[in-house]
């Protein structure tokens, strides 16, 4: 049978027919895209240009906000296009292109991840060792690593997902190019390449967690039994921002590829598909900032010499006058 997603695009569906409400949630993904946007460039900005942030862990977090700008963009963009205009279509193009960054950035987040929890690991628990495991070479080595990847799991689903033919109306019920609603499509339910290739991310995916998992508790055991309390107050800080992050991503993500799938994609699960897809990277510059008192001297410092250059062209302005 012939591959009919080759005669056309496909409709994606969002989150209602009602033009009101499409209207409210193109300003709501805006409002929530131009904040993820401000806060992942602040730290990628800061974490480049102030030399005092130029260690292993601003180094791997200035990747994980860039990772976390490009994921957002994938998706979001496109769905507010697509509320604003009344008009849920995309051409097979985007679609293949949305499909292959979304699983690329999403394995590549899942890899990063666990290499910043690597490096929490030997920080406080091989304070020794720490520059000579994570130099220079080592990050970049490991960044360059997360990226191919990434990369490579984006090429595998994309090109297994669209080689299935796919029959009927080209309806997916998302506000993206969703992998599991897009082989509901399908004319047959023959997914063998498609369940090898979820089952090989699947089991890479798991053993990042497990690897994360014994990270953490090697950091919590060192940490328990540091005799001061301000000590253990201040490794926590540099710890739980990242154990949040990925708490928060991979139980979002893990609870909606591995639960069981339905005809129809309900609001609820749409809304769920929001924890994964928007929130992290609007919620990651702000995590990070928080309570990490570099962080924030970095950001003032930074806001301060812009002020004073603006002040600086003010002036010169009125001198030439």
């Not at 401000?38 to 994980?64: A, E, Q, R, V, W």
């Not at 509320?83 to 699983?103: A, D, R």
């Not at 928080?290 to 603006?310: D, G, W, Y």
Request: proline share 4%; charged share 10%.
């Amino acid at each position: 049978m012939a591959n009919l997603t080759l005669v056309s695009g496909f409709i994606l569906m969002g989150f209602s027919d009602d033009r009101k409400l499409q209207i409210l949630h193109a300003l709501l993904f805006l409002v929530t895209y131009l904040l993820a946007l401000t806060g992942n460039l602040l730290i990628f900005t800061i974490t480049t240009l102030d030399h005092c942030l130029h260690s292993p862990m601003y180094y791997f977090l200035k990747h994980l906000s860039l990772l976390d700008l490009c994921f957002i963009s994938v998706t979001v963009p496109q769905s507010i296009v697509n509320s604003l205009m009344g008009n849920g279509y995309i051409s097979l193009g985007q679609c293949i292109l949305q499909v292959f960054f979304f699983i690329a950035l999403a394995s590549s987040e899942v890899a990063i991840l666990t290499v910043m929890s690597y490096d929490r690991y030997v920080a406080i628990c091989q304070p020794l060792q720490y520059e000579t495991i994570m130099d220079p070479c080592t990050c970049r080595h490991a960044v360059i690593a997360v990226w191919i990847a990434g990369g490579l799991s984006g090429l595998m689903h994309t090109a297994v997902n669209f080689s299935v033919p796919l029959c009927g109306e080209r309806v997916i019920h998302h506000f993206f190019c969703d992998v599991p609603q897009m082989l509901k499509l399908a004319c047959s339910y023959d997914f063998i390449n498609e369940i090898a290739v979820a089952t090989f991310t699947t089991s890479t995916a798991f053993i990042c967690l497990i690897s994360i998992v014994l990270s953490y508790i090697r950091i919590f055991s060192t940490v328990l039994r540091i005799p001061s309390a301000e000590g253990r107050i201040k490794v926590f800080s540099t710890c739980l921002p990242h154990l949040f992050v990925v708490t928060f991503f991979l139980s979002a993500a893990g609870f909606e590829f591995l639960r069981l799938p339905s005809e129809s994609q309900s609001g609820m699960d749409i809304m769920f598909s929001i924890f994964y897809t928007v929130l992290p990277p609007t919620l990651n510059p702000i995590i990070y900032s928080l309570r990490n008192e570099a962080m924030k001297a970095s950001l003032r410092k930074v806001l301060l010499k812009q002020e004073f250059a603006q002040r600086k062209m003010y002036f010169k302005g009125i001198f030439k006058l």
